[in-house]
């Protein structure tokens, strides 16, 4: 199957600080990618699309200027949390659309994000 | 707007004691619907994508079924690493936007 990496898996930030998270598709291209958060026992909640060569589409209630998406690449969409608070410490996920296979997205190991 | 609807949200089992997963949905235009394992800590793990009702397909002693409303994921005789969360997802119309259910927490009991 299809192979998506993250990076940092986890990262310890103060209050303030941004952070830049990776998202990249290993083994195919990925045109379409999707930035989910997750809280504790809860399901995944769709943050972002990110497309190549254009500008990310946010989910309603999602802050554009906070939440910073680039899709540079086929291959590569980075996450940015900016001034990031304690309320944005999270489980971050991101996912890559294979083109290859109709509808299957597959997901990225997370990175869990800590604001002190 | 779609809908996504698993039950139960948690289930224990005995090893070796199968059941079944529901995933109930409603959505316009069906392009697919997916089914995922989460482990505690992790991203979603891709188990399944069914796309019209009859299909079924299976792997190990995981089963997927789908029908007009539902999906259910059956697991035959499981084993302790089977305890996971198990979350189902549809695509409809011409979006890829996956809409996720709340996910069935497993526990398969030694």
């Known amino acids: 199957g299809a192979v998506v990496s993250q990076h940092p898996s986890w990262v310890i930030c103060k209050s303030g600080t941004s952070v830049k998270i990776e998202c990249r598709s290993l083994d195919f291209q990925a045109t379409t990618m999707f930035w989910y958060r997750q809280f504790p026992k809860q399901s995944l909640m769709l943050m972002a699309t990110s497309n190549e060569g254009s500008k990310a589409t946010y989910e309603q209630g999602v802050e554009k200027d906070k939440f910073l998406i680039n899709h540079a690449s086929l291959t590569l969409s980075t996450l940015t949390v900016t001034s990031a608070h304690p309320e944005d410490s999270s489980f971050y996920i991101c996912s890559a659309f294979d083109t290859r296979s109709s509808y299957e997205q597959y997901f990225g190991p997370g990175t869990r994000l800590t604001v002190t | 707007e779609d809908q996504v609807t698993q039950s139960p949200e948690a289930l224990r089992l005995q090893e070796g004691e199968s059941s079944s997963l529901n995933c109930s949905y409603t959505?316009?235009?069906?392009?697919?619907l997916f089914w995922y394992r989460q482990d505690p800590g992790k991203g979603p793990e891709f188990l399944f994508t069914?796309?019209?009702a009859g299909e079924e397909k299976e792997k190990e002693r995981l089963k997927a079924t789908l029908t007009k409303k539902e999906s259910f994921l059956h697991i035959t005789a499981p084993k302790p690493e089977d305890s996971a969360t198990y979350l189902c997802a549809v695509v409809s119309g011409s979006a890829r936007q996956l809409t996720f259910g709340s996910g069935t927490q497993l526990t398969v009991l030694p």
């Open positions: 959505v316009s235009g069906l392009r697919g």
């Open positions: 069914l796309y019209s």
